[in-house]
């Protein structure tokens, strides 16, 4: 079975806790990480807090094979994250000069100390460029930082995904012909029997026809791998559905 990597996404906020604003980042890098076979093992959504952002940090970076931040990286008092990697990682902010330089390309002569405050990065960072805003953001270790706002993380995500590692997830759907209580203990079998493949089971109402169907899902390294499970599951459910 080939290696399983592993990822986070931590999703900094206060506006994102109370709902003035709607997180999109985590569900644009959730999806772009499973078409790139990495498995996604945790998004958290924490407040403004050095000691939490610190925190989730060092717990996450320690855990999985790649965490992505986004949000708290610009100028303003409530931007703790530039400040919160660098404790993360046991070092101080520095006026990193390629930062500076691609600010006051952006910028001009509309460069000023507070725009300029955006380029007090960790030491020992890696930039990740931003053609849209100028401010860049920035890597640590296997810790990639973006800005929060959507259209900016979506661009520097494009720079920073090649260095990604490739892993593989397959994923195969089907519709059963009956309800999940009808099968779940077909489902459990299949599970116990089959456990390097992840079994879902989806319920929806179909709105065309107004009535409940229930879809599942089978992943796994390798379609190789899903065959046997996925067999041995739709044959017995399509079984039970005959004597409904």
Same mark, same amino acid.
């Given at each position: 079975?080939?290696?399983?990597?592993?990822?986070?996404?931590?999703?900094?906020?206060?506006?994102?806790?109370?709902?003035?604003? &709607?997180?999109?980042?985590?569900?644009?890098?959730?999806?772009?990480?499973?078409?790139?076979?990495?498995?996604?093992?945790?998004?958290?959504?924490?407040?403004?807090?050095?000691?939490?952002?610190?925190?989730?940090?060092?717990?996450?970076?320690?855990?999985?094979?790649?965490?992505?931040?986004?949000?708290?990286?610009?100028?303003?008092?409530?931007?703790?994250?530039?400040?919160?990697?660098? &404790?993360?990682?046991?070092?101080?902010?520095?006026?990193? /000069?390629?930062?500076?330089?691609?600010?006051?390309?952006?910028?001009?002569?509309?460069?000023?100390?507070? &725009?300029?405050?955006?380029?007090?990065?960790?030491?020992?960072?890696?930039?990740?460029?931003?053609?849209?805003?100028?401010?860049?953001?920035?890597?640590?270790?296997?810790?990639?930082?973006?800005?929060?706002?959507?259209?900016?993380? $979506?661009?520097?995500?494009?720079?920073?995904?090649?260095?990604?590692? $490739?892993?593989?997830?397959?994923?195969?759907?089907?519709?059963?012909?009956?309800?999940?209580?009808?099968?779940?203990?077909?489902?459990?079998?299949? $599970?116990?029997?089959?456990?390097?493949?992840?079994?879902?089971?989806?319920?929806?109402?179909?709105?065309?026809?107004?009535?409940?169907?229930? /879809?599942?899902?089978?992943?796994?390294?390798?379609?190789?791998?899903?065959?046997?499970? &996925?067999? $041995?599951?739709?044959?017995?459910?399509?079984?039970?559905? /005959?004597?409904?």
């Amino acid at each position: 079975m080939s290696k399983e990597f592993t990822a986070a996404i931590i999703i900094v906020g206060d506006e994102i806790l109370s709902g003035r604003t &709607r997180d999109i980042n985590a569900n644009f890098i959730a999806a772009r990480l499973h078409q790139r076979g990495i498995y996604l093992k945790r998004i958290i959504t924490i407040p403004d807090d050095m000691d939490t952002i610190v925190g989730k940090v060092r717990e996450y970076s320690e855990k999985y094979d790649n965490v992505f931040v986004c949000g708290g990286i610009g100028a303003t008092p409530d931007d703790l994250t530039r400040e919160a990697m660098a &404790r993360a990682f046991g070092t101080i902010l520095e006026r990193n /000069k390629a930062a500076e330089a691609m600010l006051c390309a952006y910028y001009g002569e509309r460069i000023n100390d507070l &725009r300029l405050m955006m380029a007090d990065l960790p030491i020992g960072c890696r930039l990740i460029e931003n053609e849209l805003s100028g401010a860049p953001g920035f890597i640590m270790g296997n810790v990639y930082v973006f800005p929060g706002v959507p259209k900016l993380m $979506q661009k520097m995500f494009d720079v920073i995904e090649p260095e990604l590692p $490739q892993g593989s997830i397959v994923t195969l759907e089907y519709l059963s012909p009956i309800g999940e209580t009808l099968f779940a203990d077909l489902m459990e079998a299949a $599970q116990n029997k089959y456990p390097d493949v992840k079994i879902g089971s989806y319920p929806e109402l179909d709105e065309a026809s107004g009535k409940w169907r229930c /879809k599942l899902t089978f992943t796994s390294s390798t379609e190789e791998a899903i065959a046997p499970c &996925r067999d $041995q599951l739709l044959s017995a459910i399509s079984d039970r559905a /005959k004597n409904q």
